[in-house]
């Protein structure tokens, strides 16, 4: 796996992905309808890549990261959106939120 700049817009890191797994926007739109319902369109997808300055929700950020399936490291957004998702409440639930939180800290309790 090349270096991600750490910088890396998404729209760029979106369209790296992609096109390292040899997959049209089609076919990735195709993938995120068996992850989300009811996925993100080609054209979504081209407008997402095309523009540095658009931010996906997180959600979006998870399908598409599950549809591409990236490695560690390979797509930081979607690491960083897996990594929010632990702690949020709408996103995993109050009780595995809380869960997730104290394991947290208790990792940092030395």
Do not use: C
């Amino acid at each position: 796996m090349p270096d991600v700049p750490k910088d890396e817009p998404f729209a760029t890191q979106l369209r790296r992905v992609r096109e390292a797994r040899d997959i049209s926007r089609s076919v990735l739109s195709h993938r995120t309808g068996s992850v989300g319902d009811p996925g993100i369109s080609p054209s979504g997808i081209e407008a997402l890549e095309r523009n540095p300055d658009r931010r996906p929700t997180d959600q979006t950020i998870l399908i598409l990261g599950e549809a591409l399936d990236p490695d560690p490291g390979e797509f930081p957004a979607y690491d960083l959106a897996r990594a929010r998702a632990l702690f949020s409440e709408s996103a995993s639930g109050f009780d595995t939120a809380w869960r997730n939180l104290k394991r947290l800290r208790g990792s940092f309790d030395v």
